[in-house]
Nanobody
Framework: QVQLVESGGGLVQAGGSLRLSCAASGSIFSINTMDWYRQASGKQRELVAAITRGGSTNYSYSVKGRFTISRGNAKNTVYLQMNSLKPEETAVYYC??????????????WGQGTQITVST
């Protein structure tokens, strides 16, 4: 059993900053990639940022230069530092991981989501 638990969401004014955290726990052998997605009301879920086991990062064009994804020292935690937030970035933010379990199977897991509301 694997769990992804997110924290750090909330209400922030436009131009402000928030930091999201996601911790993976359970029968994990290795984590291949960890990502952050977001889904605004009435819209499709979209990739925001991704980081590989080797530390390579990828960002959506709209957040480049403002958001930073990083992994913790234990490698089972991922962070998303979000600066200069915009009202249109109000959404539920989801942590996602592709990992290999201790039974040598590779699966994709999602966190429960955390709401971020950016006010004008």
């Amino acid at each position: 059993q694997v769990q992804l638990v997110e924290s750090g969401g909330g209400l922030v004014q436009a131009g402000g900053s928030l930091r999201l955290s996601c911790a993976a726990s359970g029968s994990i052998f290795s984590i291949n990639t960890m990502d952050w997605y977001r889904q605004a009301s009435g819209k499709q879920r979209e990739l925001v940022a991704a980081i590989t086991r080797g530390g390579s990062t990828n960002y959506s064009y709209s957040v480049k230069g403002r958001f930073t994804i990083s992994r913790g020292n234990a490698k089972n935690t991922v962070y998303l530092q979000m600066n200069s937030l915009k009202p249109e970035e109000t959404a539920v933010y989801y942590c996602h991981a592709e990992l290999t379990t201790t039974s040598s199977s590779t699966y994709s897991y999602w966190g429960q989501g955390t709401q971020i509301t950016v006010s004008t």
